[in-house]
């Protein structure tokens, strides 16, 4: 069985940074993409960037590029959220997710939640102005 668990989360002020991570476990298929989504208080969940874990290739969705990077050791078993800069409109509940399949470049590209099929819990970070 397929488990998230993140980490890393909490208080931070405007224009600090943050790393996030997402322990992954229970894969039984090597072709995957591990995904970070958020979701702000009042809003819908989004999409914020995911990994291949095939090739490593990394997506993020337009307001993530530049402040947002994410990657995943060698082994595939820990990706990671580096956030910079950090704003109060970043403020939300960060969730890592698995897709249970290769997912298609549009999907990738697009980093819909619809494609992914494992979710973790989610961990809150709150940005303070």
């Known amino acids: 069985e397929v488990q998230l668990v993140e980490s890393g989360g909490g208080l931070v002020q405007a224009g600090g940074s943050l790393r996030l991570s997402c322990a992954a476990s229970g894969f039984t298929f090597d072709d995957y993409a591990i995904g970070w989504f958020r979701q702000a208080p009042g809003k819908e969940r989004e999409g ?12 993020y969705v337009d307001s993530a590029k530049g402040r947002f ?4 050791d060698n082994a595939g078993n820990t990706v990671l ?13 960060y969730y890592c997710a698995a897709s249970g399949r290769p997912l ?18 989610g961990i809150q970070v709150t940005v303070s102005s």
């Not at 914020?48 to 997506?59: L, Q």
């Not at 990077?69 to 995943?72: F, L």
């Not at 470049?105 to 819990?121: H, K, L």
Request: with cysteine; aromatic share 8%; proline share 2%.
């Open 69 to 72: 990077t994410i990657s995943s």
């Open 104 to 121: 298609t470049t549009a999907q990738a590209e697009g980093i819909f939640d619809d494609a992914f099929d494992y979710w973790g819990q």
């Open 48 to 59: 914020v960037a995911c990994i291949s874990s095939v090739d490593g290739i990394t997506n």
């Open 81 to 93: 959220l580096q956030i910079n800069s950090l704003k109060p409109e970043d403020t939300a509940v």
